[in-house]
């Protein structure tokens, strides 16, 4: 457990913070880390397009499944006993992925992973919160998001870099991902429990001293308070959100939730490698490969600037500006596809600025705005219910991405994903209030006009 923090009071905080935000950056290399290796595992293991998505997809099953249990298991054991489970699961997965002689212990390997990302995507967000002084949780929560980007790109850089071992790569590409869930494991053996989840539990004296080493002396008590009083309102049955005055914000969570995934930002995070060998035909595996670190650059890059405009364009605006983007440059990518008179600068060009594009609002801002909308008693269950809606989203686009552009054609596919697109825009147009510069409780008064 993180001891005296000293003259700083908040040093502490940061550090706890970043320790479960590496959850993130196993989170995001872990979901893209198949793009590079599916070049080979299709070689490998001889796999069809429907085996292809479903190597690619056994991941989503386990982060399904993971999303499910975070909060019945995050209850009963802790945030940190959770997370700590979730660590094991990074590795073990990360082992058995690169050691896997076929496509079904590939499989069962992934889906290991995915449950440790269904755990630490629910869980870790709430942990930062509970963890974090008040005027600092969002930029702490924060570094979670920016985690996930940034293994991301470690991903995209890592595959390339091994992918000239040849074809036995991907084991090496999987078995990276040891040395951070290592790091994360011990790491949770040095950070406190969440102080919210001890006092919940009767254990008031541990959750305090959590609070004083966190916060001081002089702002434990305030928050002790605080949080007794929160807990003591958190009564409400899972079928308020289906209430009258809850049913608007839960439709407009849940949408925003499946259209972040059904505008098909995984089909580049996921799939990019493959697309680039068939559609670029003086690239090999390893440019291909290659490509995506400016991918996952852009896709840093542009998170970064939207967690420094959210605040200062607001919610609504992001998320406008985001979806049209997306829309435009999803139409210019088909055309790109479809003309032999665009080069593939143009179309290469087409897919960074897709990414930028949801990257700098729909990627990071849907979160921000799903945990605002709701009352603090229905906030988690709101949460993990979007999630495990983005989940099911997230794993129908995966598993149907390669068939559907076997069937229509890819310029026809990214066409279709342009149309969400704008259904995306024009659904935050007419849906999405802004909420910027609002108190919570002023955000209610706006969503309870709204009923």
Not at 126 to 147: D, F, K
Not at 211 to 216: D, K, N, S, Y
Not at 381 to 386: P, V, W
Not at 415 to 422: D, K, M, N
Request: net charge positive; glycine share 8%.
């Amino acid at each position: 457990m993180i001891r005296e923090p000293g003259k700083s009071p908040y040093l502490s905080a940061g550090i706890v913070a970043s320790v479960a935000a590496i959850s993130g950056l196993l989170f995001g290399f872990d979901t893209a880390v198949i793009n590079g290796a599916l070049v080979f595992l299709r070689s490998q293991f001889t796999l069809t397009n429907l085996l292809t998505e479903i190597a690619a997809s056994s991941l989503l099953f386990g982060c399904l499944i993971g999303a499910a249990v975070a909060g019945s298991s995050s209850d009963r054991l802790g945030r940190r006993k959770s997370l700590i489970g979730a660590a094991l699961l990074f590795g073990i997965s990360a082992l058995t992925s690169a050691l896997a002689q076929n496509l079904l212990q590939f499989c069962l390997s992934r889906l290991a992973g995915g449950l440790a990302i269904g755990i630490a995507s629910t869980l870790t967000p709430v942990y930062i919160s509970e963890i974090a002084p008040h005027h600092r949780r969002g930029q702490l929560v924060s570094l979670n998001q920016l985690a996930v980007v940034i293994g991301i790109l470690v991903a995209f850089f890592t595959n390339w870099q091994l992918s000239a071992l040849g074809n036995e790569s991907w084991r090496w590409m999987f078995a990276v991902a040891i040395i951070p869930a290592v790091g994360f494991l011990i790491g949770l053996l040095f950070i406190p429990e969440s102080p919210r989840w001890l006092i919940a539990r009767k254990c008031r004296g541990d959750g305090y001293e959590v609070l004083r080493m966190i916060l001081g002396e002089d702002d434990a008590s305030t928050d002790l308070v605080a949080i007794e009083a929160a807990i003591a309102e958190e009564n409400a049955a899972p079928s308020e959100l289906l209430a009258p005055a809850m049913r608007m914000r839960t439709f407009v969570a849940l949408s925003l939730a499946v259209l972040q995934q059904i505008t098909g930002i995984n089909t580049v995070l996921y799939y990019g490698s493959v697309l680039f060998t068939q559609h670029f035909q003086d690239g090999s595996a390893r440019s291909a490969i290659g490509a995506n670190v400016a991918i996952g650059a852009v896709n840093l890059l542009c998170t970064s600037v939207a967690m420094l405009l959210i605040d200062r364009w607001g919610r609504r605006s992001l998320l406008l500006t985001s979806s049209g983007g997306m829309a435009i440059s999803l139409a210019i990518l088909s055309l790109g596809l479809r003309s032999s008179s665009i080069g593939p600068s143009m179309v290469f060009a087409s897919v960074l600025l897709y990414v930028a594009f949801f990257a700098v609002g729909l990627g990071p801002v849907v979160w921000v705005y799903i945990a605002e909308i709701f009352p603090m008693r229905l906030r988690g269950r709101a949460t993990s219910l979007a999630t495990t809606a983005l989940w099911t989203a997230c794993l129908a686009v995966t598993l149907t991405f390669l068939s559907i552009v076997q069937a229509l054609g890819a310029p026809a596919a990214f066409l279709l994903y342009a149309g969400v697109s704008l259904l995306t825009f024009f659904f935050v147009w007419k849906w999405v209030p802004e909420t910027r510069e609002r108190s919570l409780e002023e955000i209610q008064r706006v969503w309870e006009k709204q009923q």
